[in-house]
């Protein structure tokens, strides 16, 4: 799965434009390499992403297509 899908489909971030962006800006690494909006997600991978003065960790759970608002939150962990 592209990381841009992965960080909507998750709700890290609401958009998938705006997590485009993020990617494009070089302020969303996996496993500590810079990710390109198509980058690949696998279970497992860690995710850091630069939010202004924070710096959010997260690690992949599950990879789904479609998941519900009550269960996306079962994709990642917060490390």
Do not use: W
């Not at 958009?15 to 993020?22: L, S, V, Y």
């Amino acid at each position: 799965m592209r990381i841009d899908k992965f960080l909507k489909i998750s709700r890290i971030i609401k958009r998938r434009t705006m997590a485009n962006q993020a990617c494009s800006q070089g302020r969303v690494t996996i496993n500590g390499n810079v990710a390109k909006p198509g980058s690949k997600v696998n279970v497992g991978d860690k995710i850091e992403i630069q939010f202004g003065d924070n710096l959010r960790r997260y690690e992949v759970l599950d990879l789904s297509e479609h998941v519900s608002k009550q269960n996306a939150s079962n994709m990642y962990r917060i490390i």
